[in-house]
Structure formats: C-alpha cells, structure tokens
C-alpha cells in the first residue's frame, strides 16, 4: 500500500482493493482498531482530504458517538493550496465544543446518525444524517445511554458557547406542557447542532412522512413535526424511490430509462413539498414540478440533483440531506454533489479522477455504513446505479455554473449516435488493445498512450501512466482478465441514452478480417461482431456497419486515404465524470460482477458476461 508520503497517491490495485472488501463485510467503527485494511482507507481519505481542505478530526474510533459512522469524522475548514498549506492556523472549531454537540444530538436521528458535516461549498457546509427518531427511539436509547453513563443525562440548557462561531440563538424553546419533554429536549439539541454548522434548508428523501414497521411508527421527520421544531429551516420534501425499487433497476437489465415508481403504493404518503419562493426563484431550471409522479428514475435523479445545487449556490447556509438511516438514498444523493462539483471544478480541486473515485466509495459509502453485500444479495443495485448514473449528468446542464446561469446550454445534434448502458472493451493477444485509425497511408496506426471513453459521439481521453493494476495476474489460458487490464489497455464507451436506442454495438472477434489476414506485423484488433440491445451476438460483420467504431475506419470513410473525423471536443466536466464511470465500471465488473438470469440475461449484463467468456474471463456472478 502507497505510504503516507506519497500524498495520498491512488492506485489501480487500491480500487480493487476497496471494492472488494466493501462488498463482503458492512463496516462497523468498533472493527478499525484491529483492522489494518480499515486503518488504510481511514488515512488515505484523510491524505484526500488535505489536499485541497485544512480539516480538524472528532474521535469516533469506539463507535461511541455512532457505531456505523468513520472512526474520524472529518469537519473540513477551510480550502488550502500550495502556498497556504503550510501556514499555521488555529482550528476554526473548538472541538470539544463540536463533540458535545454531537453526543448530545445524536439521539435525535434514527439510529443515532446524527447530522455531520462532508462537504464544503464555498463557505458552506453539506451535511448528511438520517431522519429524526420516534419519541419510542428516542426515550429507548436515552434509557440505555442514561444507563452506561452513570445516569448523566441532557440538559437542555446547556450553552453554546464556542470560538466565535456564529450562531442564531432563536431556536426552538420547548413547551413546558408538552407530553414529550425529553423528546423536546433531544431535539433542540438537533437543531442547535444544525445552527451551529449553518444548515438552513433540509432536504428529505423519504416517501414516507413516517416510517411504519409492523404497524409501529419508528421513524419521523421534519415535515410532520407537530409542535413546528423546524420552522425556521427550508424544508424540502423530494421523494425518492428506496433501495428496494433498485431490484426492478437490476431486473430491468440495468437501464434506468423508462423505470417509473409506483407511487400509489399504500406506504407512500408523502409528497413533493417545495417552497413556492423557491418555486419561483428556481424557475430558471425550467423543471414543472406537479409533473413529479411521471418521471422515470433518470429524470427524477436528474431534477432533484438541479435543485440541490441551485439551493447550495444560491443560498446563504448549507445543506442537509437525509433520508430514513441515512446509508442507501443518502450516499446516492451526496457522492453524486461531490463528483458534479469536483468535475466543475469546485471542490477537490487537485485530486484525480482516480482519487475522486476512491475517496467518495470510501468516505461516502463504505465508512459511513452502506451494506453493500446485503444490497447484492437482494438485487439492490442502488451503488452501481450511483456511478452508472454519471453518464446521464455529464453535460454542461447540470453543471453548477449552469445553475448559476454563467454557461450557455450546449446545443445537441440529432445526428450524434446514442448507446444504452453499453460498455466497450478492446481485447487483443500479445499487444495493447489500443484505440487504432487508419493513417493518410491507410495502415493502421496504434494509440497506445491513451485510453478513451467515447460519451454521445465525443471522444475523451484520459492520459494512464504505466501502474498495472494487477501486475502479472494471467488466467491459465494466458490471458490477462479483461477486466483486470490497465486502463491504459482499454477502450471503454458508455453514453446516456434513451430507452427506445436500439443501436447495435461492434465487439472484437478473435476471427481475423481480410485486411488481419494480409498484415505482416500480426498486431491487429480483430473483427467485429454486433451486439444487440438484448446482448445477444449477431453473425460476422464488418467495421463498416458497427454505428461508432473503435479501433477501425469510421463508418464515413471513403476509402483508404480519408482522414478520421475529428473528435468533438469535450468540456473538462464531461471528460471528469466519464473517466470516473470508465474506471468504476472496468473494476465492478472484475470484482462484483453483473447478472440478471441464469445464463447471463440480456443488455449489458449479457454483454459484459458473453464478453468476458470470450477472452477467458468470466466475470463474478454473485449477484443473483
């Protein structure tokens, strides 16, 4: 594992590393001590982290404050560079102050996941947390803590004095008349817990006003607190399918266009509520909001994302995100904030592609509790719908700077080619399966130092140094594992498409073309064959009917001594989120797998299944 002293440098290998064990165990703060893996991902997202942020750490090493949070809770301060890096400043926070806080908010939210800082936007604080606890929860767990405290309780009056962190002091005073005074109590510490970071609009997932479970209420929210707690909060309530509509995602052979949740379902009874100021303000984004009900999974994604960031901008005060624990919807929602602003270029400014990638699976999902082998094993796909997703957010759109109204709208031509859900592989025997063109001689020429993805008709490309992931890790036949090849040996498509695209996609053949045959160097790709929407393999084609082609003559070529078409050029946040989605999904694939059926199903599960047989690499099936 790369050292302290590398900056935090990520590795291919380090990738695999961290999938691999994200998805066989379901982290638990009380295992870091005596778990070297966990100690390494712990300290690389904090090498991350001090890249760009002067950061101050509250200890959690003992699960104490919450025993599926990150052994070090991370309160980033302030952005730092080069020349300021080194500067010696006091912490902004006085932590002993914010870690009293904390223990004394935590009860408040379901499962004691209180709000916690994990982003910072100009200034401002994205916080993340799970929804409030039922007066039942929170007289539950305030017994057992009253218990192993030595019976300390909470005193609603304690101050809130801190260094010079500015507070509002109109929080809400509880009714001495209330039938739930310790719930009173508990949140009002929530919600000085809130004002302390500057939270002012709260943005709740849950479909649900509250959460029933055999009958019981054992969860609330902001939006149907009776005695108005949170008046002085924006809040915004955007339903958003659970983790269990994410199997229909998977079933639906991982194409998310068209999939529309069923809200007349009898626990769904919680509706889209957002502010008409905010209605009004907003109306630049152009979304019509009764229309809600009708959107499919990518549209809705798409217009909550547009909201969220025209809040952060917009607003004054930070932002909270919560939906019911906090550890499915939520990570979804957050890690999409944080690679949209860092391909905008807007927060993380010096990490790569590579890190961005490691830091959010770590930070965001894994250390913060999301049971991703529970999710496989019941089809839940919500994580691979998280990085997939990108390819439908990579336009200028949804960039924050479109939010602000600073960029024109780039136009689309009807003309560009569309590709569902498709992924792409080069695969060649005894050489690099590099992207190749025909020359002005009308020989085949070989990029080599570059991998590329190519999203709606626009090459990116993304420069890889020399570090193989799996250095020298060959299957008996010889061949290194498609999915276990350097990035740098790999041409990976993927676009945002519509579901009516029936476009058929061009695969490499091990049997040779004319043109192979008569090539004395012996270095071709192979032919082409095509691959259905459904996944499965037509007969023998040429290159010339495969709608984009990589690694032979465009389709447009009128012979030998045409010029390729020049690529289009792609802005640097289309290039970002597309090089994060290639490395993600090259790395799914090889560790977690993709199914759907018994025999590799259809669409791109098939595909990437018949794909890696093929080389003599059958991806991991354990998602069923």
């Known amino acids: 594992m790369a050292s302290r002293e590398d900056g935090g440098k990520i590795r291919y290998e380090e990738i695999h590393s961290l999938l691999d064990l994200f998805s066989k165990n379901t982290f638990k703060t009380k295992d870091t001590q005596g778990n070297s893996r966990l100690k390494v991902i712990h300290r690389k997202c904090l090498d991350l982290f001090a890249k760009d942020y002067k950061y101050a750490t509250i200890d959690n090493s003992g699960g104490e404050l919450c025993g599926h949070y990150p052994a070090k809770l991370v309160l980033l301060e302030y952005e730092v560079d080069d020349a300021t890096r080194s500067t010696k400043v006091g912490s902004l926070y006085d932590l002993g102050w914010m870690h009293d806080l904390f223990t004394k908010a935590r009860l408040a939210r379901c499962r004691s996941r209180f709000v916690v800082p994990v982003m910072l936007y100009e200034g401002k604080h994205i916080c993340r947390s799970a929804t409030l606890a039922s007066g039942a929860e929170v007289y539950g767990r305030s017994g057992l803590d009253f218990l192993f405290s030595g019976g300390e309780s909470i005193r609603p009056e304690d101050g809130m004095v801190s260094n010079g962190m500015s507070r509002d002091q109109t929080v809400y005073v509880p009714n001495g008349n209330s039938e739930w005074q310790l719930v009173d109590s508990i949140r009002m510490q929530d919600i000085r817990l809130l004002k302390a970071l500057n939270i002012g609009t709260i943005v709740d997932l849950m479909v649900e006003n509250k959460k029933v479970k055999f009958g019981m209420q054992v969860t609330s929210s902001e939006k149907v607190d009776k005695e108005h707690r949170y008046a002085d909060f924006t809040l915004i309530s955007v339903p958003y399918p659970g983790c269990e509509f994410f199997k229909d ?29 905010l209605i009004e303000k907003s109306r630049c984004l152009g979304i019509d909001w009764d229309r809600y009900r009708s959107w499919d999974l990518i549209k809705l994604t798409q217009n909550y994302l547009r909201l969220m960031l025209y809040c952060l901008h917009h607003g004054d005060s930070g932002l909270l995100v919560h939906c019911i624990s906090g550890w499915d919807r939520t990570p979804l929602l957050t890690s999409l904030l944080r690679m949209s602003l860092w391909a905008d270029g807007k927060m993380h400014k010096s990490l790569s592609a590579l890190e961005m990638l490691y830091l959010t699976i770590a930070y965001d999902w894994h250390l913060f509790g999301h049971n991703l082998q529970d999710r496989l094993g019941k089809g839940e796909e919500i994580f691979f719908f998280c990085f997939n997703f990108l390819k439908h957010i990579a336009g200028d759109e949804f960039s924050i700077d479109r939010v602000k109204g600073e960029t024109n709208r780039p136009k689309r031509s009807d003309s560009e080619p569309q590709f569902d859900d498709t992924v792409l592989i080069g695969v060649e025997d005894g050489s690099s399966p590099a992207r190749r063109h025909r020359d002005s001689s009308g020989s085949m020429s070989s990029i080599s130092s570059m991998s590329s993805c190519v999203l709606d008709g626009t090459t990116v490309p993304f420069v890889v140094g020399d570090d193989s992931p799996f250095p020298g890790e060959r299957h008996p036949n010889g061949n290194v594992p498609i999915m276990m090849q350097p990035i740098a040996q790999r041409a990976v498509l993927g676009s945002a ?48 009917d495969s709608p984009v082609l990589v690694g032979s003559e465009s389709s447009g070529s009128s012979g030998p001594g045409s010029s390729p078409p020049e690529p289009k050029e792609a802005s640097m946040r289309k290039m970002r989120l597309e090089e994060v989605r290639c490395i993600f999904l090259a790395h799914y694939s090889a560790v977690v797998g993709m199914r759907n059926g018994p025999e590799y199903g259809g669409g791109l599960s098939g595909f990437m299944g018949q794909l890696a047989s093929k080389v003599g690499f059958r991806a991991r099936s354990n998602i069923v």
């Open 249 to 277: 995602y998977r079933d639906n052979d991982y194409v998310a266009e068209g999939l529309v949740f069923e809200w007349n379902q009898g626990y769904v009874d919680a509706d889209l509520q957002v502010p008409q100021s």
């Open 497 to 544: 498409a519509s579901s009516a695209c029936s476009s058929p996609m061009a695969v490499p053949s091990k049997k040779p073309t004319p043109v192979e045959a008569g090539s004395k160097s012996g270095s071709s790709i192979g032919s082409w064959q095509m691959v259905t929407e459904s996944g499965s393999i037509r007969g023998f084609t040429t290159s010339r």
